[in-house]
């Protein structure tokens, strides 16, 4: 099991799985099939997933966006948590990952709850603000190409009724935020510097922004969480 890059105390993590997870059968075997893909690292930690699956929970989401789909887990977590008539659009461009992602997600039931749309996400969150479903959804999670991550951000808080929660994901970019010299040989290759300033850019702006309540956390790699005032 992959263990949170920013867990220096590598026991502490395995205390924190060991006494906290709840990772159900479907949910292990979508991620380990997942992680024989070179690919893996776009993969949220399952801690991450649990996490993310109370957070819908503790808000009453029943309308969520997902940017960022990769091989399905995280919209798995949130889907499974939220009741049956909830709806989720997820936004990806991969036809290649995202079957995989739908397979487990007819295999765990709640393939009728997700509209995935094939597209760059930015022309799928357009499509929902002309279509008149602005201010209509509850959660929105982004993690995407890093360096759309402003135009996801604006786009999501006007989908967003308010009360409603954005969770950026990668938002310590595997500590690049602070140094990019802190990324190894093989992250080097997949982030460019362009999308290391895009999130240190967008993380600053959140900062002093005052239509939302925030938290950073630093919890897997990096999760903020905007509440739309
Ligand atoms: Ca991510």
Redesign the pocket.
């Known amino acids: 099991m992959k263990k949170g890059n920013l867990n220096v105390i590598e026991n502490m993590h395995a205390y924190v799985l060991e006494h906290s997870l709840r990772e159900s059968d479907v949910l292990n075997r979508l991620r380990l099939e997942t992680e024989k893909d070179s690919s893996a690292i776009?993969?949220?930690p399952p801690e991450q997933g649990q996490f993310m699956a109370l957070l819908v929970k503790l808000i009453g989401a029943k309308r969520t966006i997902e940017i960022?789909v990769y091989t399905g887990y995280s919209t798995l977590c949130v889907s499974q948590a939220m009741p049956s008539n909830s709806y989720t659009v997820a936004c990806d461009v991969s036809e290649a990952w995202t079957n995989i992602a739908k397979r487990y997600w007819k295999e765990a039931g709640v393939d009728h709850k997700i509209d995935l749309r094939i597209a760059p996400a930015s022309e799928t969150l357009e499509a929902l603000i002309k279509d008149g479903q602005s201010q209509s959804y509850d959660f929105v999670f982004i993690?995407a190409d890093k360096d759309n991550y402003d135009l996801y951000y604006e786009l999501s808080l006007k989908l967003l009724k308010k009360g409603g929660v954005i969770a950026i994901?990668?938002v310590l970019l595997f500590g690049s935020v602070i140094d990019s010299n802190l990324l190894g040989d093989s992250l080097r290759d997949k982030l460019s510097e362009n999308s290391i300033q895009a999130v240190r850019d967008l993380n600053k702006k959140i900062r002093n922004d005052c239509r939302v309540d925030i938290s950073m956390l630093q919890i897997?790699?990096g999760i903020t969480l905007a509440r739309k005032i």
């Open positions: 776009m993969q949220i960022g993690d994901d990668n897997a790699d």
